[in-house]
């Protein structure tokens, strides 16, 4: 939890101002113009490809985890690595 901020201290920095001193205005873009340029394009591919790669690769590893979990459940049971209440840095390194 947080404490609330004193009265005295602004809690948001106040709007960026032009060159000529008065506020910046907001900047409107063409989205569907800027959606269509064919770097855009690119730039949408290449995060698919991206994305359904992770993807494909995380449900590959949690399928074979899961079927080790009931091909071999001995074997999942057991840490892998084993370190003892006991050691210490210096025994693991």
Do not use: C, Q
């Amino acid at each position: 939890m947080s404490a609330a901020a004193p009265a005295s201290r602004p809690t948001a920095a106040p709007p960026p101002e032009a060159a000529n001193g008065r506020p910046a205005t907001r900047e409107s873009h063409d989205w569907a113009h800027l959606a269509g340029t064919p770097e855009f394009r690119r730039l949408h591919s290449s995060r698919r490809r991206f994305t359904l790669t992770g993807m494909a690769i995380e449900t590959g590893a949690l399928i074979l985890v899961m079927g080790l979990y009931g091909w071999a459940p001995d074997a999942m049971g057991e840490p892998a690595i084993v370190i003892s209440p006991e050691a210490t840095i210096k025994d693991i390194t």
